[in-house]
């Protein structure tokens, strides 16, 4: 057979790189970016520890009541019977009683007021008898029930987080807990980009005939953001070599990556990859799936380069798949977490073996729990709507010849709680 250029109707191609393959070699060439600052606790929300934490206290700093009750000496709860305790004061959270407490006395206390002296268990209120001159509580109480140790929570010198961990919501809470108002976060990786097109327009210029507004720059802008870099958008780049060269030149002087979308593919117009190849090196550019192939990754000096390509749907496609990746590593983070599980196909997916194929899909729940998916239609690369809609990539393997419906298929969900 006469050996031609790979395109993008081949379904098999001996040249393209698994996706597995294609993650692996990329994360092996991508490596955290050094520095470090301080910042202000509620600014570190989604920053990634450049410090451990260690608590400089007990949590809880005194031992306290976990019931609204009555706190007395365990040693005063009676063998048999009832025994009457004369009530003393009250303590509250916050505001202490402040005296020492006798046998056959005893305090009423609230959750979270630090026991008083001489007491060490709680009795709640439920359980005790309100007489005319104090209570009755009987022997059913083991010392010590109902109360929250000193340091039981934490203790002073204790590693509450670890280098490298992600401060999302809890930590925050928990690092206020220890009354810690700064932290030291790693510097956020520097991420420019910029799309390639002659056809682009930007928003509010009057399209001409074969033009199209450019949506790759709002959709990375919006990737890159929530995954918590710092973004730099250069705008739209002409189809011209020097165009991409100075570009490219420029982007690697100010960023630590830098993302492209289009002009990858092998059209004429196409330099992206050729552009690359002079300035530094490109490590491949074609990987078995779909949507997303082409893409490209190299580097420019120490910037890392990823060429994605120019469809709406391939760019979110592939920047899930590898550049995401590739920029928590960078920051520090670990992508051990990232959520794949399986779910029942309600309808037929079409497709043919040769390639990975993240189709966008819709989750439900069956009448028994159970997690269900459809596709969401047309899955064409071009069509952003299909992302909108989705909640999800179906995620169907290289050598799958498509599912009938009931199925069982791996799945990407979109979101997570934290
Ligand atoms: P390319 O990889 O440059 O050949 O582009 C592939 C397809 O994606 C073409 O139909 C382009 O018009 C389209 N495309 C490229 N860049 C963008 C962009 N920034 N926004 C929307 N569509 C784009
Ligand atoms: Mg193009």
Redesign the pocket.
């Known amino acids: 057979m006469q050996a031609r250029d790979p395109s993008c109707e081949d379904d098999f191609d001996n040249a393209s790189l698994s996706c597995e393959e294609a993650l692996r070699r990329i994360l092996a060439n991508v490596d955290i970016v050094s520095g470090h600052e301080r910042v202000h606790l509620r600014s570190a929300l989604g920053r990634i520890l450049a410090e451990q934490i260690v608590s400089p206290i007990d949590v809880p700093t005194h031992t306290n009541s976990a019931m609204d009750g009555y706190a007395i000496a365990g040693g005063d709860v009676p063998e048999r019977g009832e025994r009457r305790f004369a009530v003393v004061g009250t303590a509250f959270a916050g505001r202490p009683f402040n005296a020492s407490v006798s046998s056959g006395q005893t305090v009423r206390i609230m959750t979270g007021a630090a026991m008083p002296e001489n007491t060490d268990t709680v009795v709640m209120q439920e359980h005790a008898q309100i007489s005319a001159d104090g209570i009755l509580i009987d022997g059913n109480h083991k010392r010590g029930q109902h109360v929250r140790a000193a340091g039981e929570d934490l203790s002073a010198g204790a590693i509450v987080l670890e280098v490298g961990h992600c401060i999302g919501p809890a930590e925050l809470g928990l690092i206020a807990s220890l009354g810690v108002g700064e932290v030291s976060v790693r510097r956020r990786v520097r991420v420019a980009y910029f799309?390639?097109?002659d056809?682009?327009r930007s928003i509010g210029e009057q399209l001409g005939l074969g033009e199209?507004?450019?949506?790759?720059?709002y959709t990375l802008y919006a990737m890159l953001s929530r995954a918590g870099v710092d973004v730099i958008d250069m705008g739209?780049v002409r189809d011209t070599r020097d165009a991409v060269a100075s570009a490219l030149s420029e982007a690697a002087a100010n960023a630590d990556v830098v993302i492209t979308?289009?002009?990858?593919?092998v059209?004429e117009?196409?330099f992206v990859k050729e552009v690359v190849e002079s300035l530094g090196e490109v490590g491949f550019w074609k990987v078995a799936m779909k949507p997303g192939r082409p893409l490209a990754f190299g580097k420019i000096g120490d910037t890392r380069f990823f060429g994605l390509?120019?469809?709406?749907v391939s760019?979110m496609v592939t920047y899930y798949q590898f550049v995401e990746p590739a920029l928590v590593k960078m920051s520090g983070g670990s992508i051990e977490s990232r959520l794949e599980t399986t779910a029942v196909a309600t309808e037929p997916l079409k497709k043919r073996p040769g390639r990975t194929e993240y189709q966008r899909g819709i989750l439900s729940r069956g009448d028994d729990g159970s997690l269900r998916v459809r596709g969401t239609g047309d899955q064409g690369s071009?069509i952003l709507h299909s992302m909108s809609i989705a909640d999800c990539f179906i995620v169907l393997p290289m050598a799958s010849a498509g599912v009938e419906a009931g199925a069982t298929v791996t799945v990407q969900p979109f979101l997570g709680i934290l």
Do not use: F
């Open positions: 799309s390639t097109g056809e682009l199209i507004y450019d949506s790759n720059r739209v979308s289009g002009g990858v593919s059209g117009a196409d390509p120019g469809n709406p760019v071009g």
